[in-house]
């Protein structure tokens, strides 16, 4: 039966046309590549999808996020997003469950700033504590609290948001110590009703504690308040009268200058950043 049909099929068309002749085959394997009509619209390397910033900040996995965006618990610019695929700036103020989140890794540096320089994350204002540690980190950490631009000592710069919410919570705060010079001798009432806490046109105005220094005049003064800023300090002692010489944050809560000179920085070890997280 096999010769059969091999006999029948000779002189028979092969199937590609009665002419019998090879025909342009059109198989995928041959087939013309096509040109794409549009291309790819270009990233901003600015963006980052919402998931994967959420994501980065390490509160879940970018399935799990997507989860919480579609749910609404997330927040951008005070804003509720829930569509898949959406694009945020790092300076974008992105919330989950009404916490802001950071998707940058966490940085922590003290620095022992100089004289001479502001303590501002604006442009324009001369010489500034970002220019000091401009080169600590690529994290966008900025300064907790002030010293003034003539006060020294140190100053702790972050993007730990919970970090920053504990110094500046007003019933929590992070004590600092200071060491303050006067233009003349501190009275013993003076300080003993600084001490005790005293009334600044209706508000009460309290210190953690003031002492004099040991081994120095009366001028020379330690003083450890919970308030962030430099500011309350010139207040204090102008309401009993007291032009201040010098200021000089030494202690931040555990943190001391030790090993850091004036004008350098330093990455806090774990250890220290356990510490201030359980303050």
Not at 222 to 235: D, E, V
Request: aromatic share 6%; hydrophobic share 30%; proline share 3%.
């Amino acid at each position: 039966m096999a010769k059969q049909r091999d006999q029948k099929s000779k002189g028979k068309p092969s199937g590609r046309g009665s002419n019998n002749t090879r025909k342009e085959s059109h198989a995928i394997g041959n087939a013309p590549i096509k040109k794409k009509s549009q291309s790819k619209r270009a990233s901003n390397p600015n963006e980052i999808r919402l998931n994967k910033y959420i994501a980065n900040s390490g509160i879940c996995s970018r399935r799990e996020a997507d989860d919480h965006i579609a749910i609404g618990l997330v927040t951008v610019n005070g804003k509720v997003v829930t569509e898949m695929g959406y694009k945020v700036k790092l300076e974008d103020d992105v919330r989950y469950d009404s916490r802001r989140i950071n998707p940058e890794k966490k940085a922590y540096v003290l620095l022992n700033k100089p004289k001479g320089f502001a303590t501002t994350t604006s442009e324009g204002k001369g010489r500034t504590v970002m220019d000091l540690v401009a080169n600590a980190t690529s994290s966008k950490v900025k300064p907790i609290g002030r010293l003034g631009r003539n006060s020294t000592g140190l100053l702790l710069f972050t993007n730990d948001e919970d970090v920053v919410n504990k110094f500046t919570n007003s019933k929590q705060g992070v004590p600092r110590l200071f060491q303050v010079e006067l233009d003349k001798n501190l009275k013993f009432e003076d300080l003993k009703a600084i001490r005790e806490g005293f009334k600044i046109d209706g508000k009460l105005v309290a210190v953690e504690e003031i002492s004099y220094i040991d081994g120095t005049s009366k001028n020379q003064i330690g003083l450890k308040i919970k308030n962030t800023g430099n500011t309350i300090i010139r207040t204090i002692f102008e309401h009993f009268k007291y032009d201040l010489i010098k200021i000089d944050c030494v202690a931040i809560a555990h943190l001391t200058k030790k090993d850091i000179p004036r004008g350098h920085w330093k990455h806090l070890t774990e250890q220290e950043m356990n510490t201030l997280k359980m303050l």
